[in-house]
């Protein structure tokens, strides 16, 4: 199971940071990562990590946004800086058993509850 903390309401230009807690069947060395979708589009990659800490970005985010995980803990993480109206969506913790270091969608083999995040301008 995947749970997702931290969604909110910000201004434009503000941080947030999410967090995700594996527990039950997911561990620490599945890839894990970030999805979102926003009202009338397609889900897209946020960010994605390896167990050895390999990343990807969705290029809409790329130097803005910053994913990690503690290994120790289960976790994962979103620091979400200089925040955009078209970051407004529900963000989904994600998790994949194959460690793929470029994730599409359907390798995702677990998918969290997902955390609201809205951004005003």
């Known amino acids: 199971q995947l749970q997702a903390s931290g969604g909110g309401l910000v201004q434009a230009g503000g941080s947030l940071t999410l967090s995700c807690a594996a527990s039950?069947?997911?561990?620490?060395?599945?890839?894990m990562g970030w999805y979102r979708q926003a009202p009338g589009k397609q889900r897209e990659l946020v960010a994605w990590?390896?167990?050895?800490?390999?990343?990807e970005y969705g290029d809409s985010v790329k130097g803005r946004f910053t994913i990690s995980r503690d290994n120790g803990q289960d976790a994962v993480y979103l620091q979400m800086n200089s925040l955009k109206p078209e970051d407004t969506a529900v963000y989904y913790c994600?998790?994949?058993?194959?460690?793929?270091?470029?994730?599409?969608?359907?390798?995702?083999?677990?998918w969290g509850q997902g955390t609201l995040v809205t951004v005003s301008s």
């Open positions: 990590i390896t167990s050895g800490s390999r990343t």
């Open positions: 994600t998790a994949d058993s194959s460690n793929r270091a470029t994730i599409y969608q359907k390798y995702i083999d677990y």
């Open positions: 039950g069947s997911t561990s620490s060395s599945y890839g």
